[in-house]
């Protein structure tokens, strides 16, 4: 199993890249400095793209893509993951109504009842009087029981 290391700083990576440009090799630098020669490789060829040069056989994309990239990925991942629960909640809910949306409850009423009279006592009662009330009032104004203009 390799070895993790944390990552090195930025200043010894572009040290190790400046001395690569001047002449050392990767294999010297790596047996001086402990880290592998295929990792300072990759450092010398990841600034060679982001300076627009790639070396031949390292093309790939700059570390402002990369970064990019990783943010895209995880904006998928995240928007994947809403969409699943959406997804769930919206099965989860149309299970309990079976499939169908939740259908208006409506009340059937006689003609000419009033909404609710059942609830109310004495309701048809007072609907009438007061209709009853409205007539008397509209007459006593003169206007012959049409209610008012």
């Not at 060829?45 to 893509?65: F, R, S, Y």
């Not at 991942?77 to 079976?98: C, H, P, S, V, Y």
């Not at 109310?120 to 609907?127: D, G, H, K």
Request: include cysteine.
């Amino acid at each position: 199993m390799p070895k993790t290391h944390p990552p090195y700083p930025a200043e010894f990576r572009q040290q190790m890249v400046e001395l690569v440009r001047a002449g050392r090799t990767p294999a010297e630098l790596s047996r001086e400095f402990g880290c592998s020669a295929q990792t300072i490789v990759n450092w010398t060829a990841q600034v060679a793209i982001d300076a627009g040069k790639p070396l031949p056989g390292k093309e790939g994309l700059t570390t402002a893509e990369r970064e990019e990239l990783a943010r895209l990925r995880r904006q998928v991942r995240q928007l994947q993951m809403e969409r699943d629960i959406l997804a769930k909640a919206t099965a989860w809910f149309a299970g309990k109504n079976g499939g169908h949306p939740r259908p208006l409850r409506t009340r059937e009423r006689e003609p000419g009842r009033l909404p609710g009279a059942d609830a109310v006592p004495n309701a048809e009662s007072v609907a009438e009087r007061l209709l009853r009330l409205a007539g008397a009032s509209a007459l006593a104004a003169g206007n012959g029981g049409r209610g008012a203009d």
